[in-house]
């Protein structure tokens, strides 16, 4: 028995769409199905790849390798997307009156349509405060010079040259969101608390991207089979396992 029509578009939009046009040539109001020709969509799915702490030093160390007149900026930006969450889009073009007096940062999430108060560290929003007031309106953004896209692509291009210097590989500004989510359930944070956090609608996108690096969820999973071997006459003293996809300390 196949999904409701409604639960179908949401979760496989493209196999959706199919069954849409195949209900309209099927009942002639089509002569022609236009999706049958066309190759199914691939979608690539995004490792989650926190970086390490060590990792993390050596990318603000490597700032340097920056204009100097970026050094600041860009060091404000890895913290502040180490340790909020935000996409690149969100702390690219984060607005000054975003930031609160007790350090929390105001945030409008599309998906869910609600507004996220997000706590910083105090040494990271000393540092945003410490930023000059140009531009006045926001942090790191000046509208007036460039849109927010081509700004976005800009930070996007100083932090891909910041991996390089840094020789971490892969790249990329989402590892930052992933290092802030994997350290929150790592520290005990709620799975629901961080999807609201992140701003998913759904906090099943949650737990596929964070919950597989979780080391309390790893421990146990180990505990439960080190027992189903027991129960079967396996008893060993060390059981060497590979190492986790995502180590943090």
């Not at 790849?49 to 920056?66: G, H």
């Not at 502040?80 to 690149?88: H, Q, T």
């Amino acid at each position: 028995m196949g999904l409701p029509r409604r639960q179908l578009l949401h979760e496989n939009p493209q196999r959706g769409r199919q069954g849409v046009f195949e209900r309209a040539t099927k009942f002639d109001y089509l002569d022609k199905n236009p999706l049958d020709k066309l190759d199914p969509i691939t979608v690539v799915e995004v490792p989650t790849l926190p970086v390490t702490p060590e990792e993390f030093t050596l990318l603000l160390a490597s700032v340097a390798c920056l204009k100097e007149k970026y050094h600041r900026t860009m060091t404000a930006l890895i913290l502040l997307m180490r340790w909020s969450g935000l996409s690149i889009m969100d702390a690219a073009c984060l607005r000054r009156d975003a930031l609160r007096a007790d350090n929390r940062l105001r945030t409008y999430r599309k998906k869910t349509g609600e507004y996220v108060y997000i706590k910083l560290p105090q040494f990271v929003a000393d540092l945003l405060r410490a930023r000059g007031n140009m531009p006045a309106t926001y942090f790191f953004w000046n509208p007036t010079r460039r849109s927010a896209k081509s700004q976005v692509i800009a930070v996007e291009h100083r932090l891909a040259s910041i991996y390089d210097a840094a020789r971490i590989t892969p790249r990329g500004a989402h590892r930052l969101r992933d290092t802030f989510a994997v350290e929150f359930l790592n520290s005990g944070g709620d799975v629901e608390d961080l999807a609201m956090l992140l701003g998913h609608s759904n906090s099943n996108t949650t737990k596929k991207h964070y919950m597989p690096g979780v080391r309390s969820r790893q421990i146990k999973l180990d505990a439960a089979v080190d027992r189903s071997l027991a129960a079967q006459g396996i008893h060993e003293q060390t059981i060497v396992r590979p190492a986790l996809p995502i180590q943090l300390q």
